[in-house]
């Protein structure tokens, strides 16, 4: 009888790099304007910005109405807590993440919609549009509060950030930098192509460490800026509630998101990702 001979079949070489980095965005496309995609995208933006406003503005009222040392029988230790409202922001932008990642990419944050831009991922058409409809959503989104509840929304401040007493206006800057940076490096990290490509549940658990990321920061920050990290956030109730401490101090739940998103974008871009090296590698083999 013959010898079974054994196959031996070469396995194929892989290559070390699996996936393929998209190409970048065009800063700006005419053509983006005449697609029902970008407004579809933008509704979808408007309405989660409102949803989320809604949501956690009256968690803040309420806690604030459970806590109210002038009304019978509260205590401090009633309510949510500060880490009940840190979980009422974080699974609200998980929540509304997943719901709209397939849609708008789920910014809802317009330092998130600037980190993107700066990275290549989204248009210059698409990140202004993004923009103007996040604040919209929180301006909407703070009003329908007010309107369901005006007499605590105006007695319990509205939600509205401001520097809390104690601390200057350097340390809150530095608080919504940090904040933002940790949020906007999260999200890069998280829609990674890289990784993407690698790992195949990542994907779908992409909002999960987004919206962790949000409930860790407000558990570091409520007591220094009531949290910002995200302009429209800040500008929707700054807007309904119209208080002169809330407008002076709004500057800096802009400068300090857009400080961090920038740090957070350069940082995945260029060091994580030596964009720079790869785009010097490619001029060089070009040469």
């Not at 009422?88 to 600037?114: D, E, Q, R």
């Not at 105006?154 to 530095?174: D, E, L």
Request: neutral net charge; hydrophobic residues 45%; charged residues 15%.
């Amino acid at each position: 009888m013959a010898k079974d001979v054994e196959q031996v079949t070469e396995q194929p070489e892989y290559s070390a790099k699996d996936y393929h980095d998209p190409p970048p965005t065009p800063l700006f496309d005419p053509d983006e304007l005449t697609k029902w995609s970008l407004y579809r995208a933008a509704i979808a933006e408007f309405i989660a910005t409102l949803l989320f406003l809604y949501i956690t503005v009256l968690t803040i009222i309420g806690y604030k109405r459970q806590t109210d040392p002038n009304i019978a029988g509260t205590t401090e230790c009633d309510g949510v807590g500060i880490l009940g409202i840190a979980w009422a922001f974080g699974g609200m932008i998980f929540i509304l993440v997943y719901c709209t990642a397939g849609i708008s990419g789920g910014h809802i944050n317009p330092a998130v919609t600037l980190g993107l831009f700066l990275g290549r991922k989204v248009s210059l058409v698409r990140a202004l549009l993004y923009m103007v409809a996040q604040c919209a959503g929180a301006i909407c989104g703070a009003g329908l509060a007010k309107g369901f509840q005006k007499s605590y929304y105006n007695r319990y401040g509205g939600g509205a950030n401001s520097v809390s007493a104690g601390y200057n206006k350097g340390t809150a800057v530095g608080a919504e930098i940090i904040g933002t940076f940790v949020l906007v490096y999260t999200v890069f990290s998280a829609t990674d192509p890289k990784r993407n490509a690698r790992d195949s549940h990542v994907p779908v658990l992409a909002p999960l460490p987004i919206g962790f990321a949000v409930f860790m920061v407000h558990l570091a920050t409520i007591p220094i800026t009531g949290t910002g990290i995200n302009p429209a956030r800040s500008f929707g109730p700054a807007v309904i509630f119209n208080d002169d401490k809330v407008w002076d101090d709004q500057w800096i739940y802009w400068v300090g998101p857009f400080a961090g998103a920038v740090a957070a974008a350069f940082y995945h871009q260029y060091i994580l990702r030596a964009a720079a090296i790869k785009a010097l590698g490619s001029f060089r083999s070009n040469a």
